[in-house]
């Protein structure tokens, strides 16, 4: 019903910034909350910030709250992550997740995924 594609992603330095765009297929893409987890090798993948349907209401874990903002522009049919002051242990593949019925910190809240991009962060 909708796919998702990221992009992005790259090498950066440690306290550098990087955003990351999620665009979806379809024209429904304003009956979705979106959100952004991250996998690092050997980890779970993590909750990392999600936002509202309309994008008036934003939740992030708390490990990134000052430094990453998510956004979102539903004319474009497109999500953002902003992410400054970077540390190297966020380096990991991120993922846009869509979810029809909820805004949640689950990956069970989440209904479609696109394939990820690469965040490398060197310290």
């Known amino acids: 019903q909708v796919q998702l594609v990221e992009s992005g992603g790259g090498l950066v330095q440690a306290g550098g910034s990087l955003r990351l765009s999620c665009v979806a297929s379809g024209r429904t893409f304003s009956t979705y909350a979106m959100g952004w987890f991250r996998q690092a090798p050997g980890k779970e993948r993590e909750f990392v910030a999600a936002?509202?349907?309309?994008?008036?209401?934003?939740v992030y874990t708390d490990s990134v709250k000052g430094r990453f903002t998510i956004s979102r522009d539903n004319a474009k049919n497109t999500v953002y992550l902003q992410m400054s002051s970077l540390k190297p242990e966020e380096s990991a593949v991120y993922y846009c997740?869509?979810?029809?019925?909820?805004?949640?910190?689950?990956?069970?809240?989440?209904?479609?995924w696109g394939q990820g991009t690469q965040v490398a962060v060197s310290s």
């Open positions: 997740a869509a979810g029809r019925y909820s805004l949640g910190t689950s990956r069970y809240d989440y209904d479609y």
């Open positions: 936002i509202s349907k309309g994008g008036g209401s934003t």
